[in-house]
């Protein structure tokens, strides 16, 4: 069983040693651009969910 584990571990160094990492500068601009995105996705589901009710609550009136 513990060669099971070193195996695995192993294995699983040799992959990270061949991961292409993303320089800081990519790292950072991707960050910024899915925070945006969750922004704009946010605000966006609020206004359709904000809608929806106002619909609703006039239809049940």
Not at 31 to 60: E, N, P, Q, Y
Request: glycine share 6%; hydrophobic share 55%; with cysteine.
């Amino acid at each position: 069983m513990a060669n099971k584990f070193t195996g695995f571990f192993n294995e699983v160094q040799g992959e990270l040693k061949r991961v292409s990492w993303p320089s800081r500068e990519e790292l950072i601009g991707s960050t910024m651009i899915v925070i945006l995105l969750t922004f704009i996705l946010a605000t966006f589901i609020g206004c359709v969910d904000f809608i929806l009710s106002m619909v609703i609550r006039f239809l049940v009136r």
